[in-house]
């Protein structure tokens, strides 16, 4: 006899949206989630409402100013955090305590203290939780199952190349003397008309913090290994909006796992005039019996032509259901009490393997992963 697949749709509040809608839009894409009601706090500047504004509009869904108000008013089942860095886990948390399942964007937070506090409240509440991720990549779902299959015998190695080629404002040395430092919220406020504004909130991040949970959430998913310590060495060699708040644009980072594996990392924000497509995004594996060569964006077509806006993307990836597969992935583990794909203690050794990158590279030294 054959299993009836559950159908139940799952009532779904988007808490804060002042990034790119691609979380909730991605959220949205699977039939079991329904969008109802953005929410945010009241004391939120004036630039934070607009955004959500604007995306409640175009969902054609209501905008409350009180969390607590729309999350009891709206009978919710899950929520969507996509606000500024350095809220993710406060709103996540405020979720979790009111019972509801959570999808959340990337970074988990900038500060380890605040997963730590969140994981605690997702175990306590026995909610699921999934931070956003890439791992549903057609390339990687391959490589998956080359390794576990067998293909290149025992992996013991792995680099990842990490460089996305996105501009982050005016580049090193432009900056005259007596111009005022870059200010990090004012520059990612601007960034968003050409959505380059991957490190949006009050606290300035590197692309260790902004996208690091990407190639390191391959790393965990392609090996399992557990990362024991880490030796950074960072700079500021593109932007001028990195040089001025001290942050990162290229970073090269060793991995010391378990168990005598090693993992080799490169990531950088590296500009638009450096490549022809979304970045240098490749893995490497090295195994027993051979190797792969993983590049994340195929399949994907080029397409140019007389003509085309200077913004439009030229690759499109093809094949791609990433966002389809998450939520899938989400609303089994909530129908099941299974894991989801990357839950909180995953997201909070990601976020640890982070923050001891950026204190190597600030040393000089190895550090131990906490």
């Known amino acids: 006899m054959q299993s009836v697949q559950n159908t139940t749709t799952f009532r779904t509040a988007v808490l804060s949206v002042v990034k790119h809608s691609y979380v909730p839009l991605g959220v949205a894409s699977h039939p079991r989630f329904e969008l109802v009601v953005v929410a945010d706090d009241d004391s939120q500047p004036e630039w934070v409402h607009e955004r959500n504004a604007l995306f409640a509009e175009k969902m054609g869904i209501p905008y409350v100013r009180d969390v607590q ?47 730590d506090r969140l994981v605690e409240v997702i ?70 008309a050409d959505g380059s504004d991957g490190g949006v909130g009050v606290q300035a991040m590197g692309e260790l913090q902004i996208e690091g949970i990407y190639p390191l959430a391959y790393l965990h998913m392609l090996s399992g290994w557990e990362v024991e310590r880490v030796y950074t060495q960072t700079a500021t060699q593109f932007h001028q909006a990195n040089v001025d708040n001290e942050v990162d644009d290229l970073a090269s980072v060793t991995l010391e796992m378990k168990g005598g594996f090693l993992g080799t990392l490169a990531i950088g924000r590296i500009g638009a005039a450096s490549h022809p497509d979304i970045g240098e995004i490749k893995v490497h594996v090295l195994g027993t019996r051979g190797g792969l060569v993983i590049s994340e964006a195929r399949p994907e077509v080029s397409v140019y032509y007389r003509g085309q806006p200077a913004r439009e993307f030229r690759n499109i990836r093809v094949a791609n259901d990433n966002d389809y597969q998450l939520m899938d992935n989400f609303a089994r583990a909530i129908d099941g009490n299974g894991e989801t794909d990357l839950d909180a203690p995953t997201g909070r050794t990601i976020t640890a393997v982070v923050e001891a990158a950026i204190e190597s590279g600030r040393t000089g030294k190895p550090v131990d992963v906490v």
């Open 123 to 192: 175990q306590a509440n026995q909610v699921k939780f999934l931070l956003w991720n890439r791992n549903h990549l057609p390339a990687l779902i391959e490589a998956r199952q080359a390794i576990q299959d067998g293909a290149i015998g025992q992996p013991y190695a792995i680099h990842l190349d990490f460089y996305f080629s996105k501009d982050a404002g005016p580049p090193k040395g432009s900056r005259k003397p007596g111009d005022a430092p870059i200010n990090w919220l004012e520059r990612q406020r601007e960034a968003h």
């Open 69 to 115: 108000r729309a999350l009891a008013d709206y009978d919710v089942q899950v929520a969507v955090v996509s606000s500024e860095a350095e809220r993710h886990c406060d709103l996540s948390v405020r979720a979790a305590k009111a019972g509801l399942h959570i999808v959340q964007d990337k970074p988990m937070s900038t500060r380890l203290s605040e997963c």
